[in-house]
């Protein structure tokens, strides 16, 4: 963020200013940082991506002091505020009070918390996903919001019904008890390949609080639609592990089909760049610094 804003700062004024915002995936402290050098203003930790990052499914397999411990790599990493994908929030209204002051002290500058149950299924897996009962998930809406940690923390309330299949009526219905509820912005998620639906809600709701969403399925839409219907921010929800995906398994099958590295040199990145990317250069400064001259 610009030097003096804080990073809760920097996150709400991305998540309510009226022009469009992007939050980038990111799922580990290295792609934070390529997620900072592209020119993105914000990060997405993805659950889905830092789940598999660590060779696991999105369905809460990873304790939340692991995903925790995770997290705090990437604050590390970036100057970025981060909007941390909390799931379900890991439990109950406690569960989601001990979370979100974690996420707090550790730099973490908001989260958002969806509709369903622990253990989550990603919103892409399977048809008709239970739905957590509304009061229910507005007392831990209210929750999160009395444990954060600085008054700029972002809370964003994810609605499922959409993707559960429960229609506009009833995503309207939860989106406005969730907004009385505290929630800073609403997250409308959708499955559909075009972003008809999306686009029906956010007329619907007014913008009676910002809006957030996640255009992996209805990817083909132009982003001046969004602009348009005055959404608020855009998340890219998981591009960074994909496309790391196919170029691992492409170096990979090269290396192993060669038995030789002659292919892939020049076309990875080079051993100067990681140690660019993580920093030598201040360790080197710092030793001149602090370590007795030779
Ligand atoms: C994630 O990136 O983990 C998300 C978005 O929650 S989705 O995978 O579309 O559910
Ligand atoms: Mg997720």
């Known amino acids: 963020p610009r ?24 799922h580990d402290g290295l792609s934070a940082k390529i997620v900072e050098e592209a020119g993105f203003r ?7 991506t830092t789940s598999a990052a660590l060779g696991l499914r999105d369905s809460n397999e990873a304790s939340w002091t692991q995903v925790l411990d995770q997290l705090e790599y990437m604050a590390d990493a970036t100057s970025l505020p981060i909007l941390v994908d909390g ?7 406690n569960n989601v009070r001990r979370f979100v002051r974690k996420l707090g002290e550790r730099g973490l500058a908001g989260v958002c918390i969806e509709d369903k149950l622990f253990p989550k299924t990603n919103s892409f897996i399977g048809e008709g996903q239970a739905l957590a009962d509304i009061e229910e998930f507005c007392g831990r809406i209210k929750a999160g919001k009395d444990s954060q940690v600085d008054d700029g923390f972002v809370l964003v309330a994810r609605v499922e019904a959409l993707i559960a299949g429960h229609g506009m009526a009833e995503a309207l219905r939860r989106a406005e008890a969730y907004h009385r509820a505290g929630a800073d ?6 499955k559909r390949s075009t972003a008809e639906e999306i686009l029906a809600f956010a007329r619907a709701w007014d913008n009676r609080a ?7 399925m ?12 005055g959404i608020s921010t855009v998340i890219w929800a998981n591009h960074l ?15 192993a089909e060669d038995e030789s590295l002659m292919r892939v040199e020049g ?28």
């Open 3 to 26: 030097s003096g804003v804080s990073r809760f700062a920097a996150l709400r004024r991305e998540i309510t200013s009226p022009t469009l915002s992007f939050l980038m995936e990111a």
């Open 42 to 48: 914000g990060v997405w930790a993805s659950g889905l």
């Open 87 to 93: 799931d379900t929030g890991h439990g109950n209204f």
């Open 185 to 190: 912005a609403i997250l409308i998620h959708s």
């Open 210 to 216: 910002p809006l957030v969403i996640v255009p992996t």
């Open 218 to 229: 209805y990817y083909a839409t132009p982003t001046s639609v969004y602009r348009e219907a």
């Open 241 to 255: 592990l994909r496309s790391a995906i196919v170029a691992m398994r492409e170096t990979a099958s090269r290396i």
């Open 267 to 294: 076309q990875v990145a080079s051993v100067k760049e990681v140690f660019r990317l993580v920093g030598n250069a201040e360790l080197e400064e710092a030793e001149r610094r602090y370590l007795p001259a030779r």
